[in-house]
């Protein structure tokens, strides 16, 4: 309870809530808190400095007026899961459902990131999310792969008005694509690879080589 703590406050002419500053306990609490109810809800924000607290007011008035849904009780599984559904309901190809819930199964529900609400989750979140895969050695290419699904899950919660963007479009730590390095031939190895080939089809062998045909 910090009502006792509260040692100075004063009433936003504009009606946006009571600022309060807060007075230092033994247990360290300390800092600024702001109250307000708007649109039938009461709500308050803690935090260093009046300043932030504001900050963190202004921003949950602006989510609520956007209509927004910011008391959704919706966790990131919950919206993969959803997304999942609903790509199964609609015919989706058994390849693109089979990548879904590999991603989810794989590389989203066995993370803390799974039971992170939507209305809360961070780009914080998100690179870490990416770090504990790198720890658990997915490789770079899935690593990519479960943000790209990652991405696609946020915007669909965009459409729902859970969130207003997408934090996992600005993370700083998602691998890099590796190019393989490519080993052409040497002139010698290609002359001995066309006298073998002699027998079978030069032309064609040839024509691999030098067009870069794929054999496959």
Request: glycine share 6%; proline share 3%; with cysteine.
């Amino acid at each position: 309870n910090i009502s006792g703590l509260i040692i100075m406050s004063k009433r936003r002419k504009n009606g946006e809530g009571s600022i309060f500053k807060i007075k230092p306990n033994k247990d360290g609490l300390k800092g600024w808190r702001i109250q307000t109810v708007y649109a039938g809800v009461r709500k308050g924000f803690t935090g260093d400095s009046e300043k932030e607290v504001r900050t963190k007011l202004n921003d949950y008035i602006e989510s609520i007026d956007s209509g927004v849904n910011i008391h959704s009780e919706m966790t990131v599984k919950n919206i993969a899961s959803r997304y999942l559904q609903n790509a199964i309901d609609v015919g989706r190809s058994p390849k693109t459902i089979r990548g879904y819930q590999d991603q989810i199964n794989i590389r989203i529900n066995p993370y803390k990131i799974s039971k992170r609400k939507i209305t809360e989750l961070s780009t914080i979140d998100c690179e870490n999310w990416i770090n504990e895969m790198t720890n658990d050695n997915h490789s770079a290419y899935s690593i990519r792969r479960a943000v790209s699904e990652m991405s696609t899950f946020l915007r669909y919660s965009i459409q729902l008005r859970l969130i207003t963007f997408n934090p996992v479009k600005y993370v700083g730590n998602k691998p890099h694509h590796q190019s393989r390095e490519i080993n052409p031939l040497s002139p010698e190895e290609l002359n001995r690879f066309l006298s073998k080939a002699k027998d079978i089809s030069e032309d064609y062998y040839s024509q691999v080589i030098y067009t870069g045909m794929n054999l496959l």
